[in-house]
């Protein structure tokens, strides 16, 4: 994929409810402005990357893309799973992405427990390819950090 390596950011919003966070993977949903300008050629499918709420710690991230049921299916939505534990909820905060790889294509399943295993198996994939030195890099201080670079450069 050309676009790849892909950095956005965006306001954390609601979703559709579709229960993740009590499946224990929570996804922060950006709004319908975010998602209109992914590149052409990011399709739909499970992605991997690094993120960051306001200006903390950059986390690795998994990220599905996929169809948006509010939309009739016609609008992609898309929605990150942080991988890190955190202490509250962050609707309204700014989240900044970047996404690095692709893993798979979406799928649908027979049950929940397949989905969930699929998604583990999705995590520890992200897991393990973000180590890798390349990636490591793409962790760019200057788009996670902007507000203290800024203060540290003196502007
Ligand atoms: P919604 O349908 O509103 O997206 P979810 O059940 O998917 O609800 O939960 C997503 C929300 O959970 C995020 O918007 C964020 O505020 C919070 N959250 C807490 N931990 C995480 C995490 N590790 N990754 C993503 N979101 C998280
Ligand atoms: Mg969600």
């Known amino acids: 994929m050309r676009s790849l390596p892909y950095y956005c950011r965006g306001e954390v919003v609601r979703g559709f409810g579709r229960g993740s966070k009590e499946l224990g993977i929570p996804t922060a949903n950006f709004p319908e402005t975010v998602v209109d300008n992914l590149p052409g050629d990011i399709t739909t499918g499970i992605y991997y990357g690094w993120a960051s709420v306001g200006s903390r710690d950059v986390h690795k991230m998994v990220m599905s893309i996929g169809w948006n049921p509010y939309y009739k299916n016609i609008k992609k ?12 909820d962050f609707y309204g905060e ?14 649908s399943f027979d049950s929940l427990d397949s989905l969930i295993t699929a998604i583990y198996s999705d995590i520890s994939e992200a897991k393990e390819k973000l180590d890798l030195p390349e990636y490591q890099s793409m962790k760019d201080e200057n788009f996670f950090r902007p507000i203290e670079n800024k203060i540290m450069n003196g502007h």
């Open 77 to 88: 939505s898309m929605e990150t799973h942080i991988i890190h534990t955190f202490k509250e």
């Open 94 to 107: 700014i989240l900044s992405i970047v996404i690095v790889g692709y893993i798979r294509a979406e799928k």
